[in-house]
């Protein structure tokens, strides 16, 4: 849960029966969802939240799986989101996709079963690697799911600061263990620095989920973070506030931290 299949299990093969965390129940499979089945409303019953049909059904469509081929083959979730009209990139986790996948064989799959090969070695990429744990691929218009997917805005707030966020409603897209998409809902529990916890279910295959600020405007759906892996001793789940990537576009991180260890990759191509 929360957990890349391959790349990070061996942070829960110690952990019995521990392999689900639901501290929220709803979860929908998206492609059998009816409209009369998501209510719009704020309401929460339980830990339970109705998040309109029409905000996931959109929010979908900025959500890809990730298949890396390998025996066996590794299953994640990657997200679309644009830093400017000039600045469009696939999101997921560091864990995911590193340096070290650079010549390995990586598709996505989105929402209409469209998929592309992932050719890592023409595209501009940034790796931030722990605690960051998030890598930008991106995206050119050349690509032929361009014209399919929709990119994500970030929440503007999240340069202010992050305590702000503590008890927000928020909601996932995932394709846990390579299978459709689906979608929990849930609070952000605690903030810990750039890392905040959560109490969404997720399962194996959701690292690099967006989590999603809970809307009813079909027009204004706002990334917060990032799902990046369980905490089984807390019993829940761990995420990175995606305004950490902005820290680095805006020059704000230091240089000599280790922590944040910056690679970025630029090779061009004759596009």
């Known amino acids: 849960m929360g957990i890349c299949e391959s790349k990070q299990e061996n942070k829960a093969q110690n952990i019995p029966n521990k392999q689900n965390i639901q501290n929220t129940k709803k979860v929908e499979n998206i492609q059998n969802m009816q409209k009369n089945q ?59 996709i590193s340096e070290n996948d650079m010549y390995k064989d990586i598709e996505i799959e989105i929402h209409n079963q469209k998929t592309m090969k992932l050719n890592l070695n023409n595209r501009k990429i940034k790796y931030f690697p722990q605690p960051i744990d998030i890598t930008m691929i991106e995206i050119k218009t050349s690509d032929e799911i361009y014209n399919d997917i929709l990119f994500l805005d970030y929440d503007l707030n999240c340069l202010k600061g992050y305590e702000e966020y503590k008890d927000s409603i928020v909601f996932i897209i995932e394709h846990p263990n390579g299978d459709s998409a689906e979608y929990a809902c849930g609070k952000i529990v605690n903030v810990n620095g750039n890392e905040f916890d959560h109490d969404i279910s997720t399962e194996k295959g959701a690292s690099g ?55 970025e990759i630029d090779i061009k191509d004759d596009d």
């Open 209 to 263: 989920s967006p989590i999603i600020l809970y809307t009813k405007n079909i027009n204004r759906i706002q990334v917060i973070g990032i799902h990046k892996e369980a905490n089984y001793i807390k019993n829940l789940n761990i995420g990175t506030f995606i305004g950490e990537i902005f820290k680095k576009e805006n020059n704000n991180v230091p240089k000599n931290n280790n922590n944040y260890i910056i690679a």
């Open 38 to 96: 998501v209510r719009d409303s704020e309401k929460i019953v339980g830990k339970n939240l109705a998040v309109s049909f029409g905000v996931i059904n959109k929010a979908s469509k900025a959500i890809c799986k990730i298949t890396i081929r390998g025996n066996p083959n590794t299953y994640a979730t990657g997200f679309f989101m644009k830093i400017s009209d000039t600045k469009k990139y696939l999101i997921t986790n560091y864990h995911v």
